[in-house]
Nanobody
Framework: QVQLVESGGGLVQAGGSLRLSCVAS????????MAWYRQAPGNQRELVAR???????KYIDSVKGRFTISRDNAANSVYLQMNSLKPEDTAVYYC??????????????????WGQGTQVTVSS
């Protein structure tokens, strides 16, 4: 019923920038939390950044000052601006939407959805 589609990943040299986008589609009433996770080969998936419905943000220490998360509630979208990229940022980045309220028959319930992931590769 609800789908999250990421875009904007790719190959970039160290020090470069990328902007990831995630658009949620479906019968969505509201989303409490939108976030970006990442998973590198051999590592667990980790939370990179999140933004609440009221605009409050939180970042993992390693990306503070370099990454900026933002959201557009009207468009049910979340973005991650990544600057000063480092090789250790290389990973598959996943969009997450939590506390999703949907319309129709499921009104009143909350759900969690994941995007399919987008590859970010930073060369040294």
């Amino acid at each position: 019923q609800v789908q999250l589609v990421e875009s904007g990943g790719g190959l970039v040299q160290a020090g470069g920038s990328l902007r990831l986008s995630c658009v949620a589609s479906g019968s969505i009433f509201s989303i409490d939390v939108m976030a970006w996770y990442r998973q590198a080969p051999g590592n667990q998936r980790e939370l990179v950044a999140r933004v609440m419905n009221d605009g409050r943000t939180k970042y993992i220490d390693s990306v503070k000052g370099r990454f900026t998360i933002s959201r557009d509630n009207a468009a049910n979208s979340v973005y991650l601006q990544m600057n000063s990229l480092k090789p250790e940022d290389t990973a598959v980045y996943y969009c997450n939407a939590d506390g999703v309220r949907v319309g129709g028959a499921w009104a009143g319930a909350k759900f969690r959805f994941w995007g399919q992931g987008t590859q970010v590769t930073v060369s040294s």
